[in-house]
C-alpha cells in the first residue's frame, strides 16, 4: 500500500507530473484543491465549479491555479485529455460526467457516493486503479467504517453490521444533502463487499451542535463469543494503516458486551481549509489523492520506459 518514492518525494519514479483537473468547488473541493496544490507528482491544471462567485474557485484563484465557471464543459474543451480528473460534485452529476470522460481515457476519481466504478479504501484494497479508469471513495463513512468492518469479518463469524456517522451540518453541503439516498445504498454495498455480511445497515446523521460535532463513526456488530482483547487488538491494527494517510483518525471506544461489539472512531481533518472537526471530507480527500499519487507513478514508469526504447 506504501507509494512509490518519486510520488511525494524526489526520487525518478515520476518523469513529470500528472495533469489533473478538479471539479466541484464545495468544502470538499476546497480541501482536494489544497491537497493537490501540495503533491509533487500532481499538477492541478484546472479547477471548474458552476458559480464564479464560489469560496471554492477563489480559493484556487488565490494558489495561483486556473479557474472556470463553465464546469465539465470546460474539462472536455481542453486542448488535451488530463490524466486525472477528480469529480467533488454529486453523484446524480456524476453519471453524466463519467458518459463524457470516459472515451477520454483519463482516470476519474469520483469522491461522491455514486456507486459507479472500483470501490476504493486504502487500508484494505491498495490504492492501485484496475483497468476501468472509475475510481469511487464511497463515502466519508464508508472510508472511516470499511477498515473495521474488514478487521472484524476477516477474523471473527460476524452475523450483523451497523455503520452509524455524524458530520456538523456546517459542513454538510447541498451535495451531501442531495445525495443521502446514495450515500446509504453505497455505503452498504461497500460494508457488505468487504465484510461477506449482508444484513448490514448505514446511517448518517448530519448533527446541528453548536460547537459542530466532530466526524465520528459507529461500528456496531454481533459477534458470537467475541473476545473482548481480540476484537481490539484487530481493530488497532485496522486503524494503524488508516493513520498512514489520515493521521487524525482514532479509536475512541470499542467495547463487546456478550455478543455486541461497538467500535467508535473520530477523524480529527488535518487541513489547510477545514476546520478540524470536519474529518470526514479529510479522510476521503486524502484517500482520493493517494489513488492519484499511485496513478501519477504508473503513467511515470510507462513513459519513462517508452524513452527507454
Not at 453541503?173 to 443521502?180: H, K, S, V, Y
Request: with cysteine; aromatic share 4%.
Amino acid at each position: 500500500m506504501s507509494l512509490a518514492a518519486g510520488v511525494t518525494g524526489t526520487g525518478p519514479d515520476v518523469v513529470e507530473p500528472a495533469t489533473v483537473a478538479v471539479i466541484g468547488t464545495g468544502a470538499i473541493g476546497q480541501d482536494l484543491i489544497s491537497k493537490i496544490d501540495r503533491s509533487r507528482a500532481l499538477d492541478c491544471r484546472l479547477v471548474a465549479g458552476r458559480n464564479p462567485g464560489s469560496a471554492g474557485l477563489r480559493h484556487a484563484e488565490r494558489l495561483g491555479l486556473p479557474t472556470t465557471a463553465a464546469g465539465i464543459d470546460a474539462v472536455l474543451a481542453a486542448e488535451r485529455p488530463f490524466d486525472i480528473v477528480f469529480d467533488a460534485t454529486n453523484a446524480a452529476s456524476h453519471l453524466e460526467h463519467w458518459r463524457l470522460l470516459e472515451p477520454l481515457g483519463t482516470l476519474v476519481v469520483d469522491l461522491t457516493p455514486s456507486g459507479v466504478g472500483q470501490m476504493v479504501v486504502p487500508a484494505v484494497t491498495g490504492v492501485r486503479v484496475a483497468a476501468g479508469r472509475n475510481v469511487n471513495l464511497i463515502s466519508c463513512g464508508g472510508q472511516a467504517s470499511v477498515p473495521v468492518v474488514h478487521a472484524l469479518a476477516t477474523r471473527f463469524p460476524v452475523t450483523y453490521l451497523e455503520v452509524v456517522s455524524t458530520v456538523a451540518s456546517t459542513i454538510a453541503g447541498r451535495a451531501t444533502r442531495l445525495n443521502l439516498d446514495e450515500y446509504v445504498a453505497t455505503t452498504e454495498r461497500a460494508v457488505t463487499t468487504y465484510s461477506g455480511v449482508g444484513d448490514v445497515k448505514a446511517i448518517l446523521n448530519i448533527s446541528p451542535a453548536v460547537p459542530p460535532a466532530t466526524f465520528r463513526t459507529a461500528v456496531h456488530a454481533r459477534i458470537p463469543g467475541a473476545d473482548a482483547a481480540a476484537v481490539r487488538a484487530a481493530v488497532d491494527e485496522a486503524a494503524a494503516r488508516v493513520r498512514t494517510f489520515a493521521p487524525g483518525y482514532e479509536v475512541t471506544a470499542c467495547t463487546v458486551v456478550d455478543d455486541r461489539v461497538t467500535v467508535a472512531v473520530q477523524v480529527l481533518a488535518h487541513s489547510d481549509v477545514l476546520p478540524r472537526y470536519a474529518g470526514n471530507l479529510d479522510i476521503i480527500n486524502s484517500a482520493a489523492v493517494m489513488v492519484a499519487e499511485q496513478h501519477a507513478t504508473a503513467i511515470g514508469r510507462t513513459a519513462r520506459a517508452e524513452v527507454a526504447r
